[in-house]
């Protein structure tokens, strides 16, 4: 990109994008791209899907606003989300407590500290059936934060539905199931790649045909940005990730046009405005193009690129948490006139602890207040045209493809998390954005300048630690009283079948509906399977 010569009088001697992409004093006709409307743009709707995936966007409905929810026992969490359906949430998000990720039960001693401490504790149906009672399936779409024991979380949910009476095709929700980048920046895996990716294969065949209307993966750069990745990083990541994905999918048997509709994307919202907008419609050019080019999908559903956005997390300062609302409000800003499908707006006080009612409703409001207030969803993609919007588009754009074509002289993406080279950049990137905070170069509010003498404590979430007694003779109760037998062979015939070639999801339904409990699940896998181990990336 062309960038102007120097004026005198400038606060920087260099103005540039999280993702190192210089800043001229003014994009104008002379230093940007010339634009070609039908190959780089489109009409809404329409093929590269640049402007967004529908043709009116929010002036038809606006995005999902969910709030990410989930703490202590199922009980308490239900009322969280009644209160939240209550306040204008329109989707469920659930939050796992860790041993719920990593598929260890309430009990097990290495579940000791944190049950219900990040997320509710599920162990079995009837912690799913509590967490759920009262709010009718087939009304509301729920999107669950899961990855390693995705499969099983979504069989859980399956069969509460059957409960209430709802069948699976009338379900509409998302599980995240993407493990590849648990690997790279969040860490909570269970088994090898080869085997996770089989359990996502045959989750993307199981919902094509019994559960058609659930978003089977929610790819996610969400976590790659918080770990430090630059904007750039979080587009071509997550892109070589689904590649990955979409490639295991095509050698398992499945037609592209078959699961392709139903992925789904997660992605992070920033502060720097407009950098992030771009992000947004360069991720969606870059997948229309990836899905038709190189895959050779003809549905047009299966090129749109469709995404759940949270504001980032990674932003939020323990240090003058009412700032925080600001910042939300900035990302939230942009993930809408990137054109976002679901948004999740951070609370306040969520560098501190889990969010109060109070802050999550403050959240909550945020995103009507965008909705319904500021007029930006009154017309399709309003900064389309924009010469800084279009040119940090093509930018983004380019840097991601260069980093996915690295990636694919390296054999792909297991070949470069096994080497460490993803989780390097990554590194890089975040050791760099911390030495700029500690120079005073990036300036961040309340923490490196403008800072307050005496900072006023404010009301924060705390679990109550007889919670964790309470759920270890829950879920230890349930053995006891369940039908032994039942259960045994419904694990005995999953372990069976891990070992050769069907799809696990049924047996993994029989499993929960005979009150097998997820750590239960979880071990008969790791017996066949074995479990993980990261190679140190330093």
């Not at 796992?96 to 944190?114: K, N, R, Y």
């Not at 759920?132 to 399956?158: E, R």
């Not at 509460?160 to 929700?173: C, D, H, S, T, Y």
């Not at 590849?180 to 065949?205: C, H, M, N, V, W």
Request: hydrophobic residues 40%; charged residues 25%.
């Amino acid at each position: 990109m062309a960038s102007d010569a120097k004026i005198e009088g400038e606060r920087r001697q260099r103005f540039e994008t999280s993702s190192g992409i210089e800043l001229p004093n003014d994009f104008n006709p002379q230093n940007t791209d010339p634009l070609d409307y039908d190959r780089d743009l489109g009409a809404p709707g329409d093929f590269p899907f640049t402007r967004g995936v529908r043709r009116n966007m929010y002036r038809g409905r606006f995005w999902t606003m969910r709030q990410y929810a989930g703490y202590a026992t199922a009980e308490e969490s239900n009322a969280r989300y009644k209160y939240l359906l209550s306040q204008g949430t329109t989707g469920l998000s659930v939050a796992f407590d860790l041993p719920t990720q990593i598929g260890l039960d309430s009990d097990d001693p290495l579940a000791a500290g944190e049950v219900g401490k990040v997320g509710v504790a599920i162990d079995s149906l009837e912690d799913m059936e509590r967490l759920f009672d009262g709010i009718p399936l087939d009304q509301v779409s729920t999107s669950m934060t899961i990855n390693a024991t995705a499969a099983i979380l979504l069989c859980l949910y399956i069969a509460v539905a059957r409960k209430q009476g709802v069948e699976p095709a009338k379900l509409r929700g998302t599980i995240q199931n993407d493990i590849l980048k648990e690997y790279i920046a969040r860490g909570t895996y269970i088994y090898p790649p080869e085997p996770s990716l089989r359990l996502i294969t045959d989750t993307f065949a199981f919902c094509a045909r019994e559960v058609p209307q659930w978003n089977t993966i929610s790819i996610s750069g969400y976590h790659i940005r918080e770990a430090g990745a630059t904007a750039v990083q979080e587009v071509a990541f997550t892109l070589a990730n689904a590649i990955t994905y979409t490639q295991a999918a095509i050698n398992a048997g499945l037609e592209i046009d078959e699961f392709a509709p139903r992925l789904s994307f997660f992605f992070n919202a920033h502060n720097n405005l407009l950098e992030e907008v771009a992000k947004f419609r360069a991720a969606r050019r870059l997948w229309a193009r990836t899905m038709r080019d190189r895959f050779g999908a003809r549905d047009p559903r299966s090129m749109m690129l469709r995404f759940h956005t949270q504001t980032a997390g990674s932003t939020l300062t323990a240090q003058q948490p009412e700032v925080n609302v600001v910042r939300t409000t900035i990302q939230a800003l942009a993930a809408v006139l990137g054109g976002t499908q679901s948004l999740h707006t951070n609370a306040m006080d969520e560098a501190l602890a889990l969010p109060t009612e109070d802050s999550a409703r403050l959240a909550l409001r945020t995103q009507q207040v965008i909705a319904y207030e500021s007029g930006v969803a009154d017309t399709v993609d309003p900064l389309a045209g924009s010469y800084a919007i279009e040119q940090l588009t093509n930018e983004i754009e380019r840097r991601a493809v260069d980093y996915i074509d690295k990636i694919e002289a390296m054999g792909g993406m297991l070949r470069a998390i096994e080497t460490g080279y993803v989780q390097r950049e990554i590194q890089e990137a975040a050791y760099r954005y911390q030495l700029a905070v500690e120079s005073g170069e990036q300036i961040v509010v309340g923490v490196n300048r403008f800072r307050v003498e005496e900072e006023k404590p404010i009301p924060t979430l705390r679990i109550d630690p007889e919670i964790e007694r309470r759920q270890i003779e829950r879920v230890r109760a349930l053995r006891a009283r369940r039908d032994r037998i039942k259960t045994e062979a419904a694990l005995a015939a999953l372990e069976e079948a891990a070992r050769g070639t069907e799809n696990l999801l049924p047996r993994i339904l029989d499993c929960v509906e005979a009150l097998a409990t997820v750590g239960e699940i979880s071990g008969r896998l790791r017996r066949v399977w074995g479990e993980y181990r990261e190679a140190v990336t330093i």
